[in-house]
């Protein structure tokens, strides 16, 4: 560490590796650089996937429990290393150390969960016979794809790398890892961890570098079998085009509807909309990012979700303040640029549009309309758009106008209401009185349209990294 700059290597073929060239990471709250980590070269990609390619077939045939042991102790130090990494996530992020910590206690057990559920990836027997076939039996085990790359986005930088390195590993694929580079200073202390963990050469190995510099040298490369994405729908739609034969796992953007009917319990929906809208300033995937409302209360319901936003506290991510600054500066311009265009089409501020530096204030836009590109576009930063709308199929067809299909949430007490307009949504999962959310994670995970591409889960994670091999035993029946 020089001068508070703490510097962290790539993990390549079990060694920590840096080449001398360094990318400066910026803490969004304080616009100083606080770390610095490998700017990997196309050359040196290569060479990961070599290392990747030439580990894999051992570590499949090395038996699971024996995998899993390796895991649980990476898992412990992740453990011991708890506070470390939950410093650098509020530095490289400025997420509220409470929130960091969270996620960390969050991630813990994802991997418990994936260790035991993959232990119950049991093979699918078939008997010829209900084909008509006699004295035939298929018993199909799940085998690993081989190579998977796994790309995570800044805002989860702990959870959403671990949700896809851990199921691949375990299930006997070798894993290329690319943290997004603000979040790279804890995805690479995960890797220094891994090779604490003395995980076999090769299995694991994580680079860093800019997407925009390195990403087509990742993504094009033949040997890998599946890459798992998660993070914009503009780069998740560039990797679609640029992957060879990979199976792909896109986890991308969404624009999260919440719909509040005029019968809906408005204190218990206003503390779910706050939360779902304004958790991490807003920079969830699943976070609320439209509010629907029928006519008959929104005047109501706009009067509590305000009173609600003005007892937020902003601030510093180290004070564990519910707003922290977004994570850069285009995000900020991005959001001014979306608020511009609602008030000059006639749309008002009801709270907020206040900002200092990364910093935003809350902020809630009220009379939006469809004809304002924030009723539309994903901000990822604390801004809220209410939509008024009378007969409740006028909320549906907003809700399914837009390019994103992740998450929707109905607000009702009645359930015959809910489960109606529950069927009509084109979304991957629809929450009833609550916000949209990714967890539970065991639940299966899907982005519909825009929003993603296969399934996340645990369990889908692991089918999503392994594939069926078949056995067919025949016989013949002996006299
Ligand atoms: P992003 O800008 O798309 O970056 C995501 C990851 O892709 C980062 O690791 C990034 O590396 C890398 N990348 C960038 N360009 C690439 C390229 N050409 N080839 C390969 N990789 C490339 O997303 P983000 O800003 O990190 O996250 C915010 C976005 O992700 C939002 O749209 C949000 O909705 C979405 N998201 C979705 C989910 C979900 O589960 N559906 C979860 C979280 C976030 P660099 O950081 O070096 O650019
Ligand atoms: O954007 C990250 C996405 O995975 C949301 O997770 O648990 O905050 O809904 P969660």
């Known amino acids: 560490m020089t001068n508070n700059i703490i510097k962290y290597q790539a993990l390549i073929d079990g060694e920590l590796y840096e080449n001398g060239k360094w990318i400066s990471i910026i803490n969004p709250t304080t616009n100083k650089t606080i770390g610095e980590v490998p700017a990997l070269t196309k050359v040196e990609i290569e060479k990961v996937y070599t290392a990747a390619k030439q580990s894999q077939k051992s570590w499949e045939q090395m038996p699971i429990l024996k995998r899993i042991t390796f895991l649980n102790s990476w898992k412990q130090l992740i453990i011991r290393d708890k506070l470390i990494i939950a410093q650098l996530m509020t530095n490289e992020i400025a997420k509220a150390t409470k929130a960091a910590c969270s996620e960390i206690d969050r991630t813990i057990e994802y991997i418990d969960y994936t260790l035991q559920e993959a232990l119950r990836l049991h093979p ?44 691949a590993l375990v299930t006997g694929n070798s894993v290329v890892f690319k943290p997004a580079t603000q979040g790279s200073l804890s995805g690479l202390h995960l890797a220094k961890l891994a090779k604490e963990a003395k995980l076999p050469n090769g299995v694991f190995n994580a680079v860093s570098g800019k997407g925009s510099a390195i ?49 809906a319990d408005l204190e218990d929906t206003a503390t779910k909309i706050i939360k779902g809208a304004f958790s991490y300033s807003g920079q969830r995937c699943t976070a609320i990012k439209r509010v629907l409302v029928q006519k008959a209360i929104s005047s109501k319901l706009i009067s509590i979700l305000k009173a609600k936003v003005e007892k937020l506290s902003i601030g510093l991510p180290i004070d564990n303040c519910d707003i922290t600054p977004v994570i850069d500066q285009p995000t900020i311009v991005n959001a001014k640029k979306l608020i511009k265009d609602a008030l000059d089409k006639g749309a008002k501020c009801l709270i907020g549009n206040k900002f200092k530096e ?122």
């Open 124 to 167: 699918q027997s078939y008997t010829g016979e209900s084909w008509g076939i006699m004295n035939k039996l298929g018993i199909f085990e799940y085998v690993p794809k081989g190579i998977v790359l796994a790309i995570s986005p800044f805002n989860y930088p702990v959870n959403l790398s671990v949700s896809k390195i851990f199921p």
């Open 215 to 263: 990403g087509d040298s990742l993504v094009e490369n033949e040997v890998i079998n599946v890459i798992s994405f998660t993070g914009s729908a503009t780069v998740g739609n560039h990797i679609s085009q640029k992957s060879l034969k990979a199976d792909l796992i896109l986890e991308l953007g969404g624009k999260d509807p919440a719909i509040v009917l005029d019968d």
């Open 358 to 479: 990364n910093l935003m204030w809350p902020t809630i836009i009220i009379d939006v309309t469809t004809k304002m590109d924030l009723a539309w576009e994903e901000p990822f930063a604390p801004l809220l758009p209410i939509i008024i709308f009378e007969q409740v199929s006028e909320a549906i067809k907003i809700a399914n106008d837009s390019q994103y299909g992740l998450q929707a949430s109905i607000f009702t007490t009645n359930i015959n209401s809910a489960m109606t307009i529950a069927s009509l949504l084109e979304a991957g999962s629809i929450n009833i009185n609550d916000q949209s959310q990714r967890g539970p994670d065991h639940f299966p995970f899907i982005g519909i349209k825009d929003s993603g591409l296969g399934v996340q889960g645990i369990r889908s994670s692991l089918l999503a990294f392994t594939r069926p091999k078949g056995i067919i035993i025949n016989w013949k029946t002996k006299n």
